[in-house]
């Protein structure tokens, strides 16, 4: 049984988690019955951020660009490479260790390759857990 999602039902509004974080719409991950996916907006300081890429950000593309055009997509791990890019135009992160997986569907804009600083508020941790680039942002 698969199931019940946000987007399989056509929703597309996001989700205000806390002050500042909204999550996407989900949606089924294809392999996993029960299991869904969502990507999550945060609004940075330096403008707004997507972390891990879904079919929830084309949902919720005019609510994304509504709260200011994101600076960068933040992919955790090159498994969501296969939802291919969002027709939202936005750089495209990775670690560098999981670049070949993610740039068989998707530019890559820019890498790291150890934990580092994304403005004042967001932090990428590399943990190497499921994939060799798994990261996890605080």
Do not use: K, W
């Not at 719409?25 to 330096?46: G, K, M, N």
């Not at 670690?95 to 993610?102: L, M, N």
């Amino acid at each position: 049984m698969m199931a019940d999602t946000a987007a399989s039902t056509g929703d597309t509004a996001l989700q205000e988690l806390l002050p500042g974080l909204y999550a996407t719409p989900t949606a089924p991950l294809p392999f996993l019955d029960e299991v869904v996916v969502r990507s999550f907006v945060l609004l940075a300081d330096q403008g707004p951020v997507i972390i891990y890429n879904s079919p929830g950000i084309d949902a919720a593309t005019d609510e994304i660009t509504d709260l200011g055009h994101p600076t960068r997509l933040l992919i955790n791990l090159y498994h969501e490479a296969m939802y291919g890019s969002p027709a939202l135009e936005l750089p495209v992160h990775v670690h560098e260790q999981d670049r070949a997986g993610v740039q068989r569907s998707m530019h890559v804009s820019g890498v790291f390759t150890e934990r580092e600083f994304i403005g004042a508020d967001l932090e990428a941790i590399p943990s190497g857990s499921h994939t060799p680039g798994t990261t996890f942002f605080l």
